[in-house]
């Protein structure tokens, strides 16, 4: 797996994005600071594609889901910041591999295409979980292509299952590929948080951050479903989907960092993939 030059866990709140967050942007600067280095050593490993999973695009109970266009766009409008627009080609020669592996995992991955997302009345753009990490990447100078994930309401094995089919594509293709995916911890950290206050939300933050820093998929299999229900969290499946991609992987933690001023817990987490164990 010479070509998969890293991996990473990256939030999304658009806040994140100075012209959005403006003056708040202080209050997460240590996210800010810890996903603009993620981003650059990243770029380092000079990716041609980017494979991103994220929660917000159009999720399906029964299925994962993937982007199927020439070029996907979007942009910040929603958030107060219309002028703040990214676009990217997609590569469908990795998506064609990943259909493929998919269908030998048994993993049931719906293709968006223009008529499928008109039929579902879904919008074929980056969502704002795949807008915020890829600004960042594009500012580190990322201009490659992307492949657009979208999470499913899956099991957590299959969610990593979906990522080790992943990984399987990125070994048949000839070209570097990076994978993030995004995603927000408890929604539910102090009083006033966006999902309400919950005590066991810090905790939940704790659990996952400190598997994620081992990259260890059992302390997290293991996690006491109590607590991630009482956590409102959104990043858990991509979380286990990241940890797929990496799954018999040789994979060292070199960054990590996190933090909850708004109530939503932004965990940063970057790892390097040497190789097979």
């Excluded at 917000?56 to 107060?80: C, W, Y």
């Excluded at 995916?181 to 919950?198: E, K, M, T, V």
């Amino acid at each position: 797996m010479d070509n998969l030059v890293g991996c990473a866990l990256m939030p999304h709140p658009p806040i994140m994005v100075p012209e959005v967050g403006k003056n708040e942007l202080d209050q997460v600067k240590a996210t800010v600071s810890a996903v603009t280095q993620a981003a650059e050593l990243l770029r380092e490993g000079n990716p041609q594609t980017v494979v991103i999973i994220t929660p917000h695009g159009p999720v399906f109970e029964d299925s994962v889901t993937v982007s199927i266009h020439p070029r996907l766009k979007g942009n910040m409008a929603q958030f107060g910041a219309p002028d703040v627009t990214l676009g990217f080609e997609t590569d469908n020669l990795l998506i064609k591999h990943i259909i493929r592996s998919c269908q030998r995992l048994g993993i049931n991955l719906q293709e968006l295409t223009d008529d499928i997302a008109k039929n579902y009345r879904v919008a074929l753009r980056l969502d704002h979980g795949a807008f915020v990490p890829l600004y960042y990447l594009s500012k580190a100078g990322f201009k490659g292509q992307i492949v657009h994930l979208t999470m499913g309401i899956l099991p957590y094995e299959e969610m990593y299952t979906f990522g080790k089919a992943v990984q399987a594509a990125i070994g048949n293709v000839d070209k570097r590929v990076a994978v993030i995916a995004s995603g927000d911890l408890s929604h539910r950290l102090i009083p006033g948080a966006p999902a309400g206050y919950s005590p066991k939300g810090a905790e939940f933050d704790r659990q996952v951050v400190e598997a994620l820093k081992r990259i260890d998929v059992k302390a997290l299999l293991n996690m006491d479903r109590n607590l991630i229900e009482e956590a409102g969290e959104c990043g858990l499946r991509p979380i286990f989907f990241l940890l797929g991609v990496m799954g018999g992987l040789d994979a060292e933690t070199i960054l990590s960092s996190y933090e909850g001023p708004f109530g939503v817990g932004y965990a940063v987490t970057l790892y390097k993939v040497k190789g097979k164990k």
